[in-house]
């Protein structure tokens, strides 16, 4: 396996590894309760993320002329 694809694991161990930890509704952050702020936090690191993997990832090279 190689090693850009552990980055996948990186929103699902965010969003579930830290649930015990974040599930709390104080402080408010961007006038939001911190949980929601956290799932909206995740849902834009993912695609960050995926780009990121995305770029990484050689087959997406095949068909660029350098």
């Known amino acids: 396996m190689k090693i850009i694809y552990v980055l996948s694991l990186v929103p699902f161990i965010g969003i579930l590894g830290f649930l015990p930890i974040v ?3 104080e ?3 961007l006038g939001m309760p911190f949980y929601m702020f956290w799932m909206a936090m995740w849902v834009v690191l993912t695609s960050v993320i995926l780009g990121i ?3 990484l990832d050689p087959r997406n090279r095949e ?3 350098e």
């Open 53 to 55: 993997m995305y770029k």
């Open 27 to 29: 402080p408010y952050v």
């Open 23 to 25: 599930n709390r509704i």
């Open 63 to 65: 068909g660029e002329s």
